[in-house]
T-cell receptor, first 112, second 116 residues
Framework: EDQVTQSPEALRLQEGESSSLNCSYT??????LFWYRQDPGKGPEFLFT???AGEEKEKERLKATLTKKESFLHITAPKPEDSATYLCAVQAILGGSYIPTFGRGTSLIVHP | DGGITQSPKYLFRKEGQNVTLSCEQN?????MYWYRQDPGQGLRLIYY???????QKGDIAEGYSVSREKKESFPLTVTSAQKNPTAFYLC???????????????FGSGTRLTVV
């Protein structure tokens, strides 16, 4: 059975304190890994798509990387506005369709 | 601007009542999805549709029903058979599966359903 595990469940950082969030997965036929940001009471907002091991994507203070078994979301010098829940999803083939499976997310709080 | 509109934002359901959540998109996406989000549970797939007049059950379809009569619309009905419907419901869309999706899945802003 396909699984997506995110760690840690919660992370508290001081402003400027860099860290990384982890997303490990066990899927057959991976067809993409996605990172989303979700603010309380809102829908997830797309951040990155990664398809191949070794691939990296960057956006402002965020950098996503992918290996054959996991992905990392690196946050460099975070600011309080980076506080949110970060969701990882993997897309694999299910009955001929591409269906995303989500992890439970990492809740990030950045203190000023 | 293109996007997904979910309505209402808040919905209250009485015991034994069916309620319908609306999801409309103007992105010209073929595929649409419904997810349920509970605290600490992540997003769980209820139903998905890859094409008009066709839809498939997800992991937690019991107590829910959907229709896909138009490409733009994918309403979700929470029936009285769903014993624990209180949750945050999210609708999403994407270009049809099988194609490289560079921008992931687009989500609506969600509907919070509460049983009263």
């Amino acid at each position: 059975e396909d699984q997506v595990t995110q760690s840690p469940e919660a992370l508290r950082l001081q402003e400027g304190e860099s860290s990384s969030l982890n997303c490990s997965y066990t899927v057959s036929g991976l067809r993409g890994l996605f990172w989303y940001r979700q603010d309380p009471g809102k829908g997830p907002e797309f951040l990155f798509t990664l398809y191949s091991a070794g691939e990296e994507k960057e956006k402002e203070r965020l950098k996503a990387t992918l290996t054959k078994k996991e992905s990392f979301l690196h946050i460099t010098a975070p600011k309080p506005e980076d506080s949110a829940t970060y969701l990882c999803a993997v897309q694999a083939i299910l009955g001929g369709s591409y269906i995303p499976t989500f992890g439970r997310g990492t809740s990030l709080i950045v203190h000023p | 601007d293109g996007g997904i509109t979910q309505s209402p934002k808040y919905l209250f359901r009485k015991e034994g009542q069916n309620v319908t959540l609306s999801c409309e998109q103007n992105l010209n996406h073929d595929a649409m999805y419904w997810y349920r989000q509970d605290p600490g549970q992540g997003l769980r797939l209820i139903y998905y549709s890859q094409i008009v007049n066709d839809f498939q059950k997800g992991d937690i379809a019991e107590g829910y029903s959907v229709s896909r009569e138009k490409k733009e619309s994918f309403p979700l009905t929470v029936t009285s058979a769903q014993k624990n419907p209180t949750a945050f419901y999210l609708c999403a869309s994407s270009i049809r599966g099988g194609q490289r999706i560079n921008y992931g899945y687009t989500f609506g802003s969600g509907t919070r359903l509460t049983v009263v």
